[in-house]
């Protein structure tokens, strides 16, 4: 059923399916080992000083799960999640990365920070984050977009790394909390460019184009959870999540970037069914020639409308 979701949908919903107490543990535990408040960001006048918009994310040897390595094999070992796992990229396949994901409340921004965060299209806060902190990825409000565009040319033999995504709640997340909002069956047009062509229809439709004439209606959905709910998703399917408007705690979450292994079988089903490129030389557009973002705009900013 999962492969036939992921195939059909570019999407499974595993739900609830992980020990609900280890979650809490390890959200828990981040919350002792790091303090999140408005006290992470810089000052106006200390990013003005020194901005830096690239290297601002976690990285190899400056990751804050590292410190959860015992703490997560209920994860990376639960028997259905690894099963379609294998099933996709094969038995020998290989964690490229992964990370916690930390949704910012508005509340918590500075205000120099308020009205560019209100009209930007990917919100990565790392450029405005003290750097000892960098160790997470914060957001505040993620436009629609695809998960390529993190590694807009990754090739072997000039065929893109294909990968899938898989997402976890340590937490229970609602509707208030930023959750994740997707495009049903929107990784069918394949790898298009950033910021993507996308209206709203009505209260749960949207129009996706491909940049070359095609389009479809795909249907969102929005996946709200209690604590350990996991999904997971193909590299060329829309996802973002909207702003945490009130006042009050961050959303923590963990991402897996996984890498295909040597026989990929169910991946390269799904992909046989996409029309259109796996990967872009230029994923995005919205970047000037420093990292800082340039095109003021976001879709996803906005509830659908009724």
Known sequence: MAIDNLIRDGFHNFG?????????AINRRARELRSFGPHLFLTQEEYEADPQHWGVNPRPGFNFIDQFDDDL???????????????????DYRIHNRKFVCGIPESWLPDYLKKKMAEASINNLGAYIRPEYRDITYFHGIDFHQDIIDWPAWKEDKKTHEFLTLYIYIHDVTEHDAPLLTLTGSHRFGATRFPH?????????????DGHGREMLCEHRLLTGGTGYAAIWHSCFLHGTQQIAKAGDCRLSLRYILQRGSDPSGLRALNAKIEGPL????????????????????????????
Do not use: Q
């Open 16 to 24: 609830e399916i992980l020990d609900a107490d280890k979650a809490a």
């Open 73 to 91: 094999a209920f994860i990376e070992g639960h028997p259905a999640i690894a099963a379609t796992i294998s099933e996709m990229l094969g038995d």
């Open 197 to 209: 062509a996308i209206t709203p229809i009505d209260g749960s439709h949207w129009k996706y184009g």
């Open 279 to 306: 990967y872009l030389e230029a994923a995005r557009v919205d970047l000037d020639e420093v990292g800082r973002v340039n095109m003021l705009s976001n879709t996803i900013r906005e509830k659908p409308k009724d």
